[in-house]
């Protein structure tokens, strides 16, 4: 039995903990039972060999495990940053986009807002400029009313004093000396 454990020891390649301990189960399920007991018998110097070869490499199995831990919790770190960069990217654009909209809102309101006043204004400057030339044509109208009330008494006076002279001139057609 002693070229069995020569054999574990030569091995060049390290031997995995799960290999190790199915090594140990199998020892153990070929031993030899104590008859009316329990027990079995082990051969000692294959256990003990088994052994040592489960402490040598559980440190390294830890190591590996722990790297695997610390590998696995420095991806979701950076999974998770990731997550949150681009979480608040998002909520930084939807901000932005809620401020050009409500910019743009607040624009178009503006400018709704001024194009009525311009409206307003643009209806009572015409109101205004009616109402004075209105006013301006009615003071014409009176001025002409007046001008023509003034031609018309003119008239009236001319064709009177026509009438009048007519009237006195003598009816012979000589002149008196």
């Not at 110097?45 to 070869?53: G, K, N, S, T």
């Not at 009615?138 to 006076?157: D, K």
């Amino acid at each position: 039995m002693s070229d069995i454990s020569d054999d574990y020891d030569l091995e060049p390649e390290p031997v995995s903990i799960v290999d190790l301990l199915d090594r140990l189960e199998s020892l153990v399920n070929q031993s030899r039972r104590v008859p009316l007991t329990p027990n079995i018998v082990v051969n000692e110097e294959e256990m003990l060999d088994i052994l040592d070869q489960i402490r040598v490499g559980l440190p390294e199995e830890i190591k590996e495990a722990r790297m695997l831990l610390e590998t696995r919790e420095s991806r979701l770190r950076e999974a998770q940053e990731q997550a949150e960069q681009i979480l608040l990217a998002a909520q930084e654009r939807a901000e932005r986009m809620t401020d050009q909209h409500e910019v743009s809102r607040r624009a178009t309101v503006e400018a709704d807002e001024i194009l009525s006043d311009a409206r307003e204004r643009s209806r009572k400057m015409r109101r205004d400029a009616d109402d004075y030339a209105r006013e301006r044509m009615e003071e014409l109208e009176t001025q002409l009313a007046s001008a023509l009330n003034q031609v018309r008494r003119g008239l009236e006076t001319l064709e009177a004093g026509r009438e009048g002279a007519a009237e006195e001139k003598p009816k012979g057609r000589g002149r008196r000396r």
